[in-house]
């Protein structure tokens, strides 16, 4: 039977820790056998929840003949222990398949054993993964990352999603399917995290010389504005105000439009019944094909796919 075992690192999050062990204990094979055994371990005998104290069964020996460990994320950003460290570097060394859930990532990342490979968390966390480990290819998009023995997770129910992964990897699409069912999650889920970002309007810099032109442009979406357009009303030349734009705000003119576009459209997605064609009018987009395209290309989902979502 594939083991799997959990590591309960100091202030683990309940969530995260629990979504393994439901959804592998809840396994079963075609003949009605369980699929998984589970261990919880954890460094120390008792470990710090959250709302609880956890005792766990098993210390860092349960990792060394599972076939699977799972990292839960951490509300703490303590130090990874060497006693930790060596325990995943050891098993991956012998070929375990090792996954992190939500900030998981970041205990995994500190084992080294992410260096040079792609991987996702908590998109309220990727810019802070990629910062601390630099070496980390970190995308803030997907739900999880598969590299083969090494896996990662965005957060919470991202999680479910990699653990429905990984049993279609170990037993086949028919028992993942039947583990869905009973977790009441789609086995595959349409888009990434990137629909959950909140895509903000792009700030506007207080006491900037470009607040008012930023002013404008928000207060403009539904125009069909160019370049030479933004330019004429900045009172400028087009090349001087792409180069004081990005100075300003870190992006170009039509980036900045283009993307306060699709924020006001996921408003009207969320809050109206407004056709999808009427919003793409509405935010200026001059087809809905074109206003389809970009909202895919921004939120990982089509304005259907959102609205049934958040609407």
Known sequence: MHTVAVLALDRVIPFDLSTPLEVFSRTRLPDGRPGYRIRVCAERPEIDAGAFTLRAP????????ADTIVVPGTAAADPLSPAV??????????????ASI???TFPLAATGLLDGLR?????????ALARAHPEVDVDPD????DNGRILTSAGAAAG?????????????SAVAAHAARLSVMPLEREGGQAQFIVHDYPPVP???????LLTWLRENLARDLSLADIAAYAGMSTRTLIRR???????????????ARVRQAQHLLETTEHSVERIAAQVGFGSPTAFRDRFKRTTGVSPHAYRRTFG
């Open 58 to 65: 098993w210390g860092l020996d349960g990792l060394r003949d």
């Open 102 to 104: 939500c900030s998981g």
């Open 119 to 127: 991987a996702t968390t908590h998109w309220t966390a990727a810019a």
């Open 142 to 145: 997907v739900l999880y990352v």
């Open 206 to 212: 207080r006491g900037s010389a470009f607040e008012p």
């Open 160 to 172: 479910l999603d990699l653990c429905l992964h990984m049993i279609r990897r170990d037993y086949g």
């Open 245 to 259: 734009f990005r100075e300003q705000t870190g992006s170009t003119p039509l980036q900045w439009l283009h993307r």
């Open 85 to 98: 460290r060596e325990a995943l570097r050891t098993a991956a060394g012998n070929g375990t398949r090792i």
